[in-house]
DNA sequence: GAGCACTGC
């Protein structure tokens, strides 16, 4: 209590002139010979990196960063690429309270994603001199580089969401770095209303948001009109290209434009990126470049060898690698990619920059509840970021495979954020556990859809997380500390009665990581005889169960042996490995809860029955029975729908329930288990009350009644 | 008989 009004008193006290001194007394520290973090010598190492730091556009300003700094709670920062922003400014900062002898709390730097949190906190950790995981660390899911000397912490800005909501002050931190707010990912928008909630309760906590431009002047509004501080960045000029015409298909124009490029730019004048929207897209376009740049270098031997490379999520890690190899002499390389290479993956080398002006986004129906996958334009702001990657390391040219007019009237500004496009089951769970109670006033940057909270709140009820009023009901409690959707948090908790709690621990740990199984193009039928020895004719998710069991018992022979025990089966041990992760996590969180680990055995005969009912209890709201043959229709929203194709259930039970529905050539269900209708009835009798079923609903209650009306027989 | 852009706890 006492420190934190000292601190008050500090950052009020110090005017320009006292500023000055500490700016000379930071500098004078970090000037040596001794590192004043650690106590022992500078490392010559240090003094190469120094001289680097101090060439960043974002040091010339680091005095007019201070005054903000200290004359403000909460700011804006603008850095455009190469201006240092992530790695100094949060330096800036820790040597400010080290010389003003804050160093009882930490600050935090939050990223969207966990390879850039590892990354930056390796680079400024090396920049301080000091060892990993010391006073420089990260923190991650899984993975926890930080220790009690740790002042500055880069962090997910999902881990500080979690963190928050077992201490909803975030007392530990006395600053606040939120970077790369632009991208407004759901925890970040949910971590920027908190602070500004909480820095009216903690005065002397500071907050920094740092964004790309065109987002700025949004974020300045929304505290309160914050103060704004831009630094200039350090890349090339690209100079970009239009189509005079609208280009009927983007994949044969790229294929085109690359060939193009590599014809007419000079030999070794550097690589090209293709952005496009998704795998089959990338293998085709690959495919098609790989046949005419053989036939243009016969025709012309003077022209160099292509090197071509694809790019997306799926791809395994070696595979991904590749795309870093240098080109052949006298050479280019091209790589055709999703958006991971506009964000995730930086590729060095990349001069010629091609743009569909696609990417498949997702979409969410809260009406129908269900999410999509649609290719769809880009933003404006993505555009820009696309471009920007042919400038890295040199001018660049980036070809628009759209006209100038569609751009200026086609695209909008920029993406629309994950708030207004998810379902929002599990966000408004985490807020209520914030202590959020009044969710309609809340002020969020972009209030999301009335229709998608009303669906949210619906289904928190009906799952029996939040009660009649609203409130958090104690099974709501726990499952917001569950890193899972509220659906399988239920279905987990409850397991622990229905008696297979380890099962469905396996069971979720599966659904929450990537589809384990591949399915290469050129072995599709090697790949489906695989996944069939696995496979349980009325139940998906008992067949993710059996996979992940034979993993396990694979794993007692080496994690080499099960690797390769994997491959041999057109399976991922990526996604295993992770699902083995997740599953370590959740049974701890079960365990400190208190719930007991039970298990049921194979051979019990109510083995497949404990399962589907925990399930049940999670997934009553998605459910379709059979109208005829293969087709259903769902009991909430009345769809028809398809099981997908991928689906190892050959039966068609009358009723189903089912993980996902999705929406692409057709409207299906996927990952689905046959359940009885008089679990339906027992286990959600309020949500199976055939008498509020309405008027058309004629079959689906002499459905539920024949088949579920004998309670209490098998 | 079809598809999974990307991220996060």
Avoid at 85 to 100: D, S
Avoid at 683 to 690: E, G, N, Q, S
Wanted: hydrophobic share 35%.
């Amino acid at each position: 209590m006492s420190h934190k009004s000292k601190k008050v008193k500090t950052s009020e006290e110090n005017g320009m002139s006292n500023l000055q001194t500490t700016l000379k007394e930071t500098i004078k520290l970090e000037d040596g010979p001794n590192n004043p973090w650690t106590g022992s010598e500078y490392s010559s190492k240090y003094f190469d990196i120094l001289s680097k730091r101090r060439e960043l556009p974002v040091h010339v300003q680091r005095e007019q960063f201070l005054k903000i700094f200290h004359e403000n709670q909460i700011m804006v920062f603008v850095g455009e690429t190469g201006s240092g922003k992530t790695t100094q400014i949060p330096q800036f900062v820790a040597m400010e309270y080290l010389a003003l002898g804050l160093t009882d709390n930490q600050i935090a730097c939050t990223q969207p994603r966990r390879v850039a949190a590892m990354s930056v906190a390796q680079r400024v950790s090396d920049e301080m001199d000091v060892t990993l995981g010391q006073q420089v660390g990260y923190n991650i899911r899984f993975d926890d580089k930080t220790s009690a000397s740790t002042r500055l912490r880069y962090m997910t800005d999902g881990m500080l969401l979690r963190e928050a909501m077992s201490d909803p002050d975030m007392s530990r931190y006395n600053c606040i770095i939120l970077d790369e707010a632009h991208e407004r990912t759901l925890a970040t928008d949910i971590l920027m209303c908190l602070l500004k909630m909480l820095a009216k309760k903690r005065p002397e906590l500071k907050i920094i948001v740092m964004s790309a431009t065109l987002d700025a002047e949004k974020f300045q509004t929304y505290f309160d009109n914050a103060p704004l501080l831009t630094v200039g960045g350090r890349t090339y000029p690209v100079e970009v290209f239009y189509t005079p015409e609208y280009q009927e298909d983007y994949l044969v124009s790229a294929v085109r434009t690359v060939l193009q490029i590599h014809k007419t730019e000079p030999a070794g004048s550097g690589d090209i990126l293709v952005f496009l929207t998704g795998e089959d897209e990338i293998e085709k376009a690959c495919e098609k470049v790989g046949l005419e740049v053989d036939q243009m270098i016969r025709e012309d031997p003077k022209i160099g060898p292509l090197d071509i490379y694809p790019l997306y999520g799926s791809l395994p890690p070696q595979q991904q690698q590749k795309i870093f190899r240098n080109p052949q002499a006298g050479g280019r390389k091209v790589v055709f990619s999703t958006n991971i290479a506009e964000t995730s993956l930086t590729i060095d080398g990349i001069v010629y920059v091609i743009d569909t002006g696609f990417s498949k986004q997702k979409v969410y129906n809260p009406r129908i509840r269900v999410e999509s996958l649609l290719v769809s334009p880009i933003s404006k702001a993505s555009a820009m970021q696309r471009a920007g990657r042919a400038g890295r390391t040199r001018p660049g040219k980036c070809f628009r495979l759209y006209t100038q007019a569609a751009h200026k009237s086609e695209l909008i500004e920029q993406s629309h954020p994950e708030i207004l496009r998810a379902n929002l089951s599990n966000t408004i769970l985490e807020l209520k556990k914030l202590g959020v109670d009044d969710l309609v006033h809340f002020d969020f940057i972009d209030p999301p859809a009335p229709e998608t909270m009303m669906r949210a709140l619906e289904e928190l009820n009906y799952l029996g997380c939040l009660d009649d009023e609203g409130n958090l009901t104690e099974l709501g409690r726990k499952c917001s500390l569950i890193p899972l959707d509220p659906t399988l948090a239920v279905t987990l908790i409850y397991s622990s009665e229905y008696g297979c709690c380890e099962q469905i621990l396996s069971i979720v740990a599966m659904m929450s990581v990537p589809s384990p199984f591949v399915r290469p193009n050129n072995a599709r039928k090697e790949a489906d005889d695989a996944k069939s020895q696995f496979e349980n004719t009325k139940s998906d998710h008992i067949t993710l169960l059996n996979v992940y069991d034979e993993y396990e018992k694979q794993l007692e022979l080496g994690k080499e042996a099960a690797d390769k025990w994997a491959w041999n089966n057109y399976l991922s041990s990526r996604s295993l490995s992770t699902a083995k992760s997740v599953r370590y996590q959740l049974r701890e969180v079960m365990k400190r809860q208190g719930h007991s680990i039970t298990s049921t055995d194979r051979n019990e005969s109510k083995f497949e029955s404990r399962i589907k009912k925990a399930l049940v209890r999670g997934f009553f709201m998605q459910v379709a029975y059979l109208i005829s043959k293969r087709n259903y229709k769902t009991v909430k929203d009345n769809q028809e729908v398809l099981i997908h194709p991928s689906s190892g259930v050959t039966e068609s039970p009358t009723f189903l329930l089912y993980n996902e529905f999705v929406l692409t050539t057709s409207n299906y269900i996927r990952t689905v288990t046959s359940v009885k209708a008089s679990w339906l009835t027992e286990i959600a009798p309020r949500y199976y009350d055939v008498s509020t079923f309405g008027p058309n609903s004629g079959y689906l209650t002499s459905l539920l009644n024949r088949m579920g009306g004998k309670k209490g027989k098998k």
